[in-house]
């Protein structure tokens, strides 16, 4: 069974750095599209980075040039190292994986920019 588990949120001033990490677990054969999404309250669920396979990386407007989007073959991790952060990056982020027969999510990990 597939399992997506994120980690590294937390609450950071603003202009501050965090890095997310999603670590992946079970047998994937083939993989369309990977990344992240987020959610803040009272919005819907929003593309953050998104990697189709052998392809590059799109990233949302509001986080070019701050975001960066990666993976980790020997450990199985997609991450997101989030640098500048604002207010308005305060939401639930969620990674997740598209395969030719399912979309899996990860639980979200809560990323809080104040001061």
């Known amino acids: 069974q597939v399992q997506l588990v994120e980690s590294g949120g937390g609450l950071v001033q603003p202009g501050g750095s965090l890095k997310l990490s999603c670590t992946v677990s079970?047998?994937?054969?083939?993989?369309?599209?990977m990344g992240w999404y987020r959610q803040a309250p009272g919005k819907q669920r929003d593309m953050v980075a998104s990697y189709a396979w052998g392809g590059a990386t799109q990233y949302a407007d509001s986080v070019k040039g701050r975001f960066t989007f990666s993976r980790d073959t020997t450990k199985n991790t997609l991450d997101l190292q989030m640098n500048l952060l604002k207010p308005e990056d305060t939401a639930v982020y969620y990674c997740y994986l598209d395969t030719p027969r399912k979309h899996y999510w990860g639980q979200g990990t809560q990323v809080t920019v104040s001061a």
């Open positions: 079970g047998s994937i054969v083939t993989i369309n599209n």
